[in-house]
């Protein structure tokens, strides 16, 4: 039998203690090394995509990539809840022959999730036309690739391997040089979009030789099967994270035009290092927080505290450096789009800060496979954030947008922390009982 959780969601079976004191702590930074390693490569090419696109199409041609872009973190969110997220719940420090199994159907439920959305996508782009029509039927043509590239990046987290997650993402982005030359020289939204979505099929093809294991198109219905418990409420939880940025990108540009929507990913690329870290955060602290949860239980909270107190103290620093940036070199960084970017530093710095405050929380909940009460507090911030967003464009346009998002998110923080307290009680008070198979 499997262990129940207080929940009634099921949970990895406890790993072996392995090793303790100087060598298990030299071992954790070894992992959150690489993790940051990782997730400072990824953060630097989105950045740089994104601030090549902007000086190269300008504000209109820049907001429709960005609805594009906005668009895959939807898919993206998606492939996480049903096949990578169960995965670095339940197959973090396990054996090697169990690992290789999980990821071979993990990775094949990203790949058929790309294939189904991209169809989509493909068949969706003629209708709505234009620039935004064309970038989401090349985003269709390149959605497997891009979300298999990210599946090997959490199966390597899981494993423990953060290094070949890190060189994944070197292939990337040594691969995006030449694909963006050649973009530019075309000088379209579809030729950025392939540009970008080709060089992640390239280092998603790289990933299968890093691993040797190849995506089990046939074992999606089992893994579905396996991990419905936490897969479908993860899936929920991320469609409204991704959801809601997509609402808002939507509603803002129905309300103050598509213009606004470039403004807000300027302001965005701003912060990138700090937005890039909390998006991929679960790559390397759920899995973090599920060997802290093993091994130590009574350390989970002062581990999720201290990553969401660091994340939140970063980003405040990151912050007020680009508050004494000089207009000329904002200018040189994101062209046209700068001087009303650069209005909206102060909210979205606040925004990033309190959204990094409640990933701490939402990675011990993660690792607690307290499933239902993190799709509760999603649900709650999620609200919290489309209605800050469009309620602030409504009353103040792009600026009001910026200021509502920074105080919604900040709410939801707190309310990840509460929900994280309560789980944290409740295990206190009602111990897991271990059943082992005999």
């Given at each position: 039998m499997t262990p129940m959780s207080t929940e009634g969601e099921r949970t990895a079976p406890p790993a072996p203690a392995g090793r303790s004191g100087p060598a298990a702590r030299r071992a954790v930074v070894g992992r959150l090394s690489w993790g940051l390693a990782d997730q400072a490569a990824s953060s630097m090419t989105n950045f740089a995509v994104g601030v090549y696109v902007a000086r190269s199409l300008g504000l209109a041609a820049f907001g429709a990539f960005s609805l594009a872009w906005v668009t895959y973190g939807v898919v993206l969110s998606i492939s996480r809840g049903m096949a990578t997220?169960?995965?670095?719940?339940?197959?973090?420090?396990?054996?090697?022959?169990?690992?290789?199994?999980?990821?071979?159907?993990?990775?094949?439920?990203?790949?058929?999730?790309?294939?189904?959305?991209?169809?989509?996508?493909?068949?969706?782009?003629?209708?709505?036309?234009?620039?935004?029509?064309?970038?989401?039927?090349?985003?269709?043509?390149?959605?497997?690739?891009?979300?298999?590239?990210?599946?090997?990046?959490?199966?390597?987290?899981?494993?423990?391997?953060?290094?070949?997650?890190?060189?994944?993402?070197?292939?990337?982005?040594?691969?995006?040089?030449?694909?963006?030359?050649?973009?530019?020289?075309?000088?379209?939204?579809?030729?950025?979009?392939?540009?970008?979505?080709?060089?992640?099929?390239?280092?998603?093809?790289?990933?299968?030789?890093?691993?040797?294991?190849?995506?089990?198109?046939?074992?999606?219905?089992?893994?579905?099967?396996e991990h419905r418990d936490l897969g479908y409420r993860y899936l929920v939880e991320n469609t409204c994270v991704s959801g809601a940025s997509q609402l808002r990108a939507y509603g803002l540009g129905a309300i103050a035009g598509v213009g606004a929507v470039g403004v807000i990913r300027g302001a965005e690329l701003l912060l990138g290092p700090f937005l890039a870290v909390l998006m991929g955060l679960s790559l390397v602290t759920v899995a973090e927080a599920a060997r802290v949860l093993r091994r130590a239980p009574h350390r989970l909270g002062p581990f999720c505290l201290l990553l969401g107190g660091g994340q939140a103290?970063?980003?405040?620093?990151?912050?007020?450096?680009?508050?004494?940036?000089?207009?000329?070199?904002?200018?040189?960084?994101?062209?046209?789009?700068?001087?009303?970017?650069?209005?909206?530093?102060?909210?979205?710095?606040?925004?990033?800060?309190?959204?990094?405050?409640?990933?701490?929380?939402?990675?011990?909940?993660?690792?607690?496979?307290?499933?239902?009460?993190?799709?509760?507090?999603?649900?709650?911030?999620?609200?919290?954030?489309?209605?800050?967003?469009?309620?602030?464009?409504?009353?103040?346009g792009t600026v009001g947008s910026a200021w509502g998002v920074a105080a919604a998110t900040l709410?939801?923080?707190?309310?990840?922390?509460?929900?994280?307290?309560?789980?944290?009680?409740?295990?206190?008070?009602?111990?897991?009982?271990?059943?082992?198979?005999?």
């Amino acid at each position: 039998m499997t262990p129940m959780s207080t929940e009634g969601e099921r949970t990895a079976p406890p790993a072996p203690a392995g090793r303790s004191g100087p060598a298990a702590r030299r071992a954790v930074v070894g992992r959150l090394s690489w993790g940051l390693a990782d997730q400072a490569a990824s953060s630097m090419t989105n950045f740089a995509v994104g601030v090549y696109v902007a000086r190269s199409l300008g504000l209109a041609a820049f907001g429709a990539f960005s609805l594009a872009w906005v668009t895959y973190g939807v898919v993206l969110s998606i492939s996480r809840g049903m096949a990578t997220d169960p995965l670095v719940v339940r197959f973090s420090g396990v054996p090697e022959a169990s690992w290789r199994g999980a990821v071979a159907r993990a990775s094949g439920t990203a790949l058929g999730v790309g294939a189904a959305v991209g169809a989509a996508c493909l068949a969706l782009g003629p209708a709505l036309g234009g620039q935004v029509g064309s970038a989401f039927a090349c985003l269709g043509a390149l959605l497997p690739g891009l979300l298999l590239q990210d599946a090997w990046r959490y199966a390597f987290f899981a494993a423990g391997t953060g290094r070949k997650a890190f060189v994944n993402d070197l292939v990337w982005g040594v691969a995006l040089v030449p694909a963006m030359v050649c973009a530019a020289r075309v000088g379209s939204v579809a030729a950025f979009v392939l540009a970008w979505g080709a060089s992640a099929a390239v280092a998603a093809a790289y990933g299968c030789l890093q691993s040797g294991i190849l995506p089990r198109l046939t074992g999606v219905r089992a893994w579905l099967r396996e991990h419905r418990d936490l897969g479908y409420r993860y899936l929920v939880e991320n469609t409204c994270v991704s959801g809601a940025s997509q609402l808002r990108a939507y509603g803002l540009g129905a309300i103050a035009g598509v213009g606004a929507v470039g403004v807000i990913r300027g302001a965005e690329l701003l912060l990138g290092p700090f937005l890039a870290v909390l998006m991929g955060l679960s790559l390397v602290t759920v899995a973090e927080a599920a060997r802290v949860l093993r091994r130590a239980p009574h350390r989970l909270g002062p581990f999720c505290l201290l990553l969401g107190g660091g994340q939140a103290a970063a980003a405040l620093l990151w912050g007020g450096a680009l508050l004494l940036l000089p207009d000329r070199v904002g200018a040189l960084v994101l062209g046209d789009v700068w001087h009303s970017a650069a209005e909206l530093i102060v909210p979205a710095t606040l925004g990033v800060a309190g959204a990094g405050l409640g990933t701490g929380a939402a990675a011990g909940l993660r690792a607690l496979a307290a499933a239902r009460r993190s799709l509760r507090s999603q649900l709650v911030a999620s609200a919290c954030y489309v209605g800050g967003g469009l309620g602030g464009a409504a009353a103040a346009g792009t600026v009001g947008s910026a200021w509502g998002v920074a105080a919604a998110t900040l709410l939801g923080s707190a309310v990840w922390w509460l929900q994280l307290r309560s789980a944290l009680r409740e295990r206190h008070h009602h111990p897991i009982r271990e059943v082992r198979t005999p």
